[in-house]
């Protein structure tokens, strides 16, 4: 029976960027009065549709710049569709660029709650369990000291600690096994091990075919923001693969051309893979 954690359907995710870099203000408003706007469309994510299941590990795989990361904001909701739909069900424990929405003016326990909030968690529950969460990521005797004393792989294993405390069920995981030392990366998958063995659902990127094929029944492999194919890691990795090689010996031959325009977002089944 179907029971679906995470359901988007044609999610178009698209951003303004200048035409060219303005070197400063002045630059930019006689840029501004001479040629206008000066900005274009880029679609980080074009027409994605996908399901996850209750208790389905999901794979995301493709290049740098593929919109794995911009996927993964819009389920954490981050991130505002442009077209499109997104539903996640339960609680999410979002493990993407940790360490990034604290404050370094503010002390470890501060940033806990803060952080905690931010996930929609309960401000009086997340401050109880301050101590608790920084006693796991072994950072008890740092928790009141300003997270500027702290380093940026402490902040990340503090961070680490308050999205996967308590009993998430969705898992949104972006290469989490680049968190910390070798013995907290052991730590942290155990915890991860603990919750997906309760039903929670993840969608894990990784660069690391081993962990995708281990931990993974399904990958969508996307490519300039589109799905390009789904399936199985037999099924994918091969074409995946194929792909990389074809783009390293455009790159040492330099045949490839480049688009002359950004496209607008695909259409009915355009992007529903192979």
């Not at 593929?66 to 493990?95: E, F, M």
């Not at 969460?133 to 997270?147: K, M, R």
């Amino acid at each position: 029976m179907s029971d679906p954690r995470i359901e988007v359907d044609r999610l178009s995710v698209a951003f303004r960027v200048p035409r060219r870099p303005a070197r400063s203000a002045k630059d930019s408003v006689v840029h501004l009065l001479r040629h206008g706007r000066g900005t274009e469309t880029i679609w980080a994510i074009r027409d994605v549709s996908l399901t996850v299941q209750r208790g389905e590990i999901v794979g995301l795989v493709g290049a740098n710049g593929a919109g794995k990361s911009t996927l993964l904001r819009c389920l954490a909701h981050v991130l505002a569709p442009s077209q499109g739909r997104v539903v996640v069900r339960g609680a999410v424990a979002p493990l993407l660029t940790l360490g990034a929405p604290f404050n370094p003016d503010l002390t470890g326990r501060e940033n806990v709650i803060r952080f905690g909030a931010l996930m929609g968690r309960d401000h009086r529950e997340v401050e109880r369990r301050a101590g608790a969460i920084a006693e796991w990521a072994g950072l008890s005797e740092y928790l009141d000291l300003p997270l500027r004393a702290y380093s940026s792989g402490m902040a990340a294993r503090l961070a680490f600690g308050v999205a996967t405390d308590g009993e998430p069920d969705v898992l949104l995981m972006d290469e989490i096994h680049a968190v910390g030392d070798a013995a907290f990366r052991a730590h942290s998958f155990e915890r991860v091990e603990r919750i997906l063995a309760r039903g929670a659902s993840a969608i894990l990127v990784s660069h690391s075919p081993g962990l995708i094929r281990e931990r993974c029944s399904r990958i969508i492999w996307l490519d300039r923001g589109e799905v390009r194919a789904e399936g199985t890691f037999e099924e994918i990795a091969p074409l995946y693969r194929a792909e990389l090689g074809r783009h390293r010996k455009v790159a040492l031959t330099g045949d490839a051309e480049a688009p002359s325009e950004v496209p607008e977002p695909p259409r009915g089944d355009a992007a529903r893979g192979l």
